[in-house]
C-alpha cells in the first residue's frame, strides 16, 4: 500500500490538531512546519 500527498494531508492534519488540543503552545510550531512542508511540496522539491 503506497500513500500518497492526497491521502497524508488528512491524516497530518489530524495528528496536528490532537497535538494542538493537548499542547495549544505548539501551535505556532505545528503551523510553521506544515507550511514549510506544503511550501516545499509545491515547488516540486519533493516528489
Known sequence: ???TIAQ??????????????????LL???VAIYL???GL???GIFR
Open 1 to 3: 500500500m503506497t500513500i
Open 8 to 25: 497524508l494531508q488528512p491524516i497530518v492534519a489530524l495528528i496536528a490538531g490532537i497535538l494542538i488540543l493537548l499542547v495549544p503552545r
Open 28 to 30: 505556532n510550531f505545528i
Open 36 to 38: 514549510i512542508l506544503v
Open 41 to 43: 511540496l509545491g515547488l
